[in-house]
């Protein structure tokens, strides 16, 4: 048993525990066949010289001796209890292989020589640190760990020991399981990590899939997180634990899904030719000073009421979800003579390029001749269709939205202009939500939708127009009943203890209807709709690549 950032012992004791209660059963099991075996009731075969472990921290170090020590006195008793021997814990003989250092820097053969045939078993919660968020002496600790390997500095600082415990079990038959932040297994950081691990001959035997998990520990970890199990590759059963079942795999890949270990990476255009463009909504980069919420619009409009010709609803995740009400200042260059006689529109255009020419960055500087242009222009006059950046994870659906031609979509949410209402139903259905949430990275625990990741590599066939048609129909549906209910917000509607009856029906005609689209018999689980995903990808992909290949030649 070996145990990397071991910490106090925690996991170590409770490994321990846990072996010699099964050995408890065993011995019962073995009297209840044969009396006679009670000749075995004279010791444990459950060493504590087989528990290894690394903490960086000295003292940490300590408290996991005594407490295997605890732990097995504790369990010596528990043996008394059931069998009437004594089995002495003085003098002490056994101390555990706990030693101080690094595990990123260590060498776990010095540790814990693994020979290849010996069953070893590397168990833990290791420290885990966004790319964006690691100090320095983080940082120093991933030469140690990938060499001359080239590695993005994106990867989570658990990587290192995905990546080191790979190497240690390459080739053997030694196996790991770590306790994960999840967003290991999300979103580009998948492409970033596992293929290196992959390509070791190595394969996930289980996963748990996403779950809430405190410790013990004296900051509380309280996070979102998974396990995942490496070993090599063989024969053999593999479960996915999901919602508290556990459900048999062919093949788990980096997205802990039931699907060929296929990697999603970042596209500019989307996969599928159904799929007009999303691109990011409009960010002003104005200081504020084109942004309005209500009373201020109103104020501007009361003092003069030319001003609302060149306002338009602003709307980001928060207001689209929440029914805030906010406006910007919306003026094209052809209007811009004609708006700096607007006395409110003109101070706010001259705000706007007095703060811009304050600014270090050149190219905010060059738009200080610009004031009534955004920095980051996306909008067009059409009806769009608005999907939130940032959503939570506890709503059975994302709540996308189909706006009219005057409102504007800020960058705090994608935005899709020209989008037919065919589009809205394969956006809202469970097939896309079950690729967002798998594929997607995440903001704290709540989902967060790229544009490159999820909508861009979204596989969809190709749709007849008697599909479009029909997926129309149903997303027309779930329109309607929104607005039977336009007392009250997004948030409310799509509260899963509060969704109403109808517009979960509305919901669930798009689903079955969209799942229609990849599969005639349908789906029991998202597990099926994922395997199903994850194979056309790597089909659309496969035919993409050997198209541009084919049109090299010519």
């Not at 690691?134 to 600790?141: F, N, P, S, T, Y």
């Not at 399981?177 to 970033?192: I, R």
């Not at 396990?227 to 980096?254: C, S």
């Not at 709503?395 to 899709?416: E, F, K, T």
């Amino acid at each position: 048993m070996h145990i990397t950032a071991c910490g106090s012992g925690n996991f170590l004791v409770i490994a321990y525990k846990e072996l010699r209660r099964l050995e408890h059963a065993i011995l019962e099991r073995l009297t209840e066949l044969n009396p006679k075996h009670q000749v075995l009731f004279a010791d444990s075969r459950i060493n504590i010289e087989n528990f290894y472990g690394i903490e960086i921290d000295d003292f940490a170090v300590e408290v996991a001796i005594l407490s295997l020590w605890i732990a097995k006195h504790q369990m010596n008793a528990e043996f008394k209890a059931k069998f009437g021997p004594t089995i002495p814990l003085i003098p002490l003989k056994e101390t555990g292989r706990i030693v101080a250092g690094n595990a990123t820097r260590v060498d776990w053969n010095t540790v814990c020589p693994n020979n290849g045939t010996d069953e070893i078993y590397l168990i833990g919660n290791p420290p885990y640190k966004g790319g964006k968020s690691q100090g320095k002496e983080m940082k120093a600790d991933y030469p140690f760990v990938f060499g001359k390997r080239p590695y993005s500095k994106d990867l989570d600082y658990i990587a290192l020991w995905f990546v080191k415990g790979a190497d240690y079990i390459e080739d053997t038959r030694a196996e790991l399981s770590f306790v994960t932040t999840n967003s290991v297994a999300q979103g580009e950081h998948v492409g970033l990590m596992f293929p290196m691990i992959f390509d070791k001959g190595i394969e996930i035997g289980y996963a748990y899939t996403s779950f809430k998990w405190e410790n013990n520990a004296k900051r509380n970890a309280g996070v979102t997180v998974a396990v995942i199990n490496l070993r090599v590759k063989r024969p053999g059963q593999k479960f996915i634990f999901t919602d508290g079942l556990q459900v048999e795999a062919r093949n788990i890949n980096g997205y802990l899904a039931d699907a060929p270990s296929v990697f999603i990476y970042r596209r500019t255009g989307a996969l599928s030719p159904s799929l007009p463009r999303m691109a990011l909504g409009s960010m002003p980069k104005d200081g504020g000073h084109l942004i309005l919420d209500t009373a201020a619009r109103n104020h501007a409009i009361e003092a003069t009421p030319e001003s609302d010709r060149y306002l338009k609803r602003y709307v980001g995740s928060a207001e689209f979800i929440n029914d805030v009400q906010r406006f910007c200042v919306w003026v094209s260059d052809a209007q811009l003579a004609s708006a700096k006689q607007v006395a409110p529109i003109a101070a706010r255009l001259e705000s706007v390029a007095e703060w811009r020419e304050s600014r270090k960055e050149a190219g905010v500087r060059a738009f200080a001749s610009f004031p009534n242009r955004f920095k980051q222009n996306a909008y067009k006059s059409t009806e769009s269709i608005i999907v939130p950046r940032v959503s939570s994870e506890n709503r059975d659906y994302v709540p996308i939205g189909y706006l009219d031609q005057d409102v504007v979509i800020s960058d705090a949410a994608n935005a899709v202009y020209d989008a037919e209402p065919f589009l809205f139903a394969i956006l809202t259905s469970r097939m896309h939500n079950t690729w967002l949430r798998a594929v997607a990275g995440q903001l704290e625990t709540r989902i967060r939708y790229g544009a490159y990741i999820v909508y861009n590599n979204f596989p969809v066939p190709m749709l007849a127009d008697a599909m479009k048609d029909k997926l129309t129909e149903t997303a027309l549906r779930v329109l309607d009943v929104r607005e039977y209910h336009c007392e009250r917000t997004l948030a409310e509607l799509y509260d899963p203890d509060k969704m109403p009856d109808d517009l979960r029906v509305a919901h669930k005609a798009v689903d079955d209807l969209v799942d229609s689209i990849y599969s005639k018999k349908g789906y029991e689980t998202d597990e099926e709709r994922l395997s199903d995903l994850f194979a056309m990808y790597e089909e659309m992909t496969a035919a993409e690549t050997a198209k541009g290949a084919k049109g090299s030649m010519k």
